[in-house]
């Protein structure tokens, strides 16, 4: 069972920048898709992107064209660079990982923008 642990989170002024990590504890190649989510109280756990091994990465609407995700196949780690950080973008960052039997969460990492 893989291990997945998020970091990088923390408080930021709006207009500012963070990057998350997500390591991975053995190989996320068999994972056909790794991704990023987040969540806030009272509301259910959103998309914030998709990276899949082969094919497009695919972004939530709120974070299009201000977050871009990556993975790192050779290293086990996936990342999700923010930039343009918006109050609304804060919440817990979870990760995760996919494949056709298994779906696998972090423990999330919290983000909080302040206006």
């Known amino acids: 069972q893989v291990q997945l642990v998020e970091s990088g989170g923390g408080l930021v002024q709006a207009g500012g920048s963070l990057r998350l990590s997500c390591a991975a504890s053995?190989?996320?190649?068999?994972?056909?898709?790794m991704g990023w989510y987040r969540q806030v109280p009272g509301k259910q756990r959103e998309l914030v992107a998709t990276?899949?091994?082969?094919?497009?990465?695919q972004y939530g609407y709120a974070v299009k064209g201000r977050f871009t995700a990556s993975r790192d196949n050779a290293n086990n780690m996936v990342y999700l660079q923010m930039n343009r950080l918006k109050p609304e973008d804060t919440g817990v960052y979870f990760c995760?990982?996919?494949?056709?039997?298994?779906?696998?969460w972090g423990q999330g990492t919290q983000v909080t923008v302040s206006s």
């Open positions: 053995e190989s996320i190649f068999e994972f056909n898709t």
């Open positions: 990276i899949p091994n082969w094919g497009s990465r």
């Open positions: 995760n990982a996919k494949n056709t039997e298994a779906d696998y």
